[in-house]
C-alpha cells in the first residue's frame, strides 16, 4: 500500500493569512486527492490534483482559496488562502493505487 | 452524481455482540464500494471492500454485502470488541467520469466491554 506523508501535521493561523500543505507518496500515483473534514463530519472532496494540468475542483470549492499544485506523481501541494476562522478543519491528502484508495495522516488547522 | 446515504449515525453495542451498518447509493454506474475505520485524531483506513460483481465478502470478523438491485450494500461487524469503536465510513465510486469516492456521513459505532 502507498505510504503517504503529510506537511505540516498541525498548525494555527491568523486569519487573513495563507497556509501550504504538503503531500508526500512513497510511489508514483496516478490520482491524487485533497479532502476536508470538519469536526464531527465527513469527508469532503476539495478537488483532484492532476499532474501537468489544473485541478479539477467540486462545487464549492475555486482554484483562488484552494490552490493546488501537483509537480509531479509523487507530490502535490493545497494552499488555503486568506484564511477564516471558517477554514479551520482537517485537511487530507489521499492518493489511489490501482482500485484502493489511501488517506495521509491530515494536517489539522486552526484559524484565529 | 452519486448519493451515499448511511445508518445509523451511532450504534451502540454490547461487547461480542454483532453491529451491522447500511449503506444506500443512487448511481446505479457505481461498481466499487469501500469501508473505512476512522479512530479518534487518527487517518481513515480502509478494512474492506467490495466490488459489483460480487454479492458477498468476509475478512475474519468483518463482512460486506451488497445488492446491485436494491443499491444498497452493508457491513457486518461480529464478536464485537472495544477496539472495534470508532467512526466508519461507506463509499461508492461510480465507473465513469473522473471516478472519485462519494462518501457515507458515518457511523460512530461505540463497543462496550
Known amino acids: 500500500s502507498a505510504v503517504i506523508s503529510q506537511k505540516p501535521s498541525r498548525d494555527i493561523c491568523q486569519r487573513g493569512t495563507s497556509l501550504t500543505i504538503q503531500c508526500q507518496v512513497d510511489s508514483q500515483v496516478t490520482m491524487m486527492f485533497w479532502y476536508r473534514q470538519q469536526p464531527g463530519q465527513s469527508l469532503t472532496l476539495i478537488a483532484t490534483?492532476?499532474?501537468?494540468?489544473?485541478?479539477?475542483?467540486e462545487s464549492g470549492f475555486v482554484i483562488d482559496k484552494f490552490p493546488i499544485s501537483r509537480p509531479n506523481l509523487t507530490f502535490s501541494t493545497l494552499t488555503v488562502s486568506n484564511m477564516s476562522p471558517e477554514d479551520s478543519s482537517i485537511y487530507l491528502c489521499?492518493?489511489?493505487?490501482?482500485?484502493?484508495?489511501?488517506f495521509g495522516p491530515g494536517t489539522r488547522l486552526t484559524v484565529l | 452524481g452519486e448519493n451515499v446515504e448511511q445508518h445509523p449515525s451511532t450504534l451502540s453495542v454490547q461487547e461480542g455482540d454483532s453491529a451491522v451498518i447500511k449503506c444506500t447509493y443512487s448511481d446505479s454506474a457505481s461498481n466499487y464500494f469501500p469501508w473505512y475505520k476512522q479512530e479518534l485524531g487518527k487517518r481513515p483506513q480502509l478494512i474492506i471492500d467490495i466490488r459489483s460483481n460480487v454479492g458477498e465478502k468476509k475478512d475474519q470478523r468483518i463482512a460486506v454485502t451488497l445488492n446491485k438491485t436494491a443499491k444498497h450494500f452493508s457491513l457486518h461487524i461480529t464478536e464485537t470488541q472495544p477496539e472495534d469503536s470508532a467512526v466508519y465510513f461507506c463509499a461508492a465510486r461510480p465507473g465513469t467520469g473522473f471516478q472519485k469516492l462519494v462518501f457515507g456521513t458515518g457511523t460512530r459505532l461505540l463497543v462496550s466491554p
Open positions: 490534483a492532476n499532474q501537468g494540468s489544473e485541478a479539477t475542483y
Open positions: 489521499s492518493v489511489r493505487d490501482t482500485d484502493t484508495q489511501y
